[in-house]
């Protein structure tokens, strides 16, 4: 699978939400991407396969 850019090995049937958790980011600040489509957080529940191309956005505070 790619993550932003990078292949990487997940395990088969891996969700959203454990693609997030196991990356240590908060679902609060991030956008999902997949295959060119912005997912909702309603639907991180979603299985991703090892064909998708996976784009995490995070987002940051500043001034």
């Not at 049937?13 to 295959?35: R, Y």
């Not at 997912?39 to 064909?51: G, M, P, V």
């Not at 998708?52 to 987002?59: P, Q």
Request: aromatic content about 4%; glycine content about 8%; hydrophobic content about 40%.
């Amino acid at each position: 699978m790619i993550v932003n850019g990078k292949n990487i090995d997940l395990p088969q049937q891996i969700t959203i939400n454990e693609l997030i958790e196991k990356l240590n980011l908060s679902v609060d600040t991030i956008v999902v991407e997949v295959d060119g489509k912005i997912i909702d957080k309603d639907k991180y529940s979603k299985k991703l396969n090892n064909n998708n191309k996976v784009e995490i956005i995070s987002f940051v505070g500043g001034g």
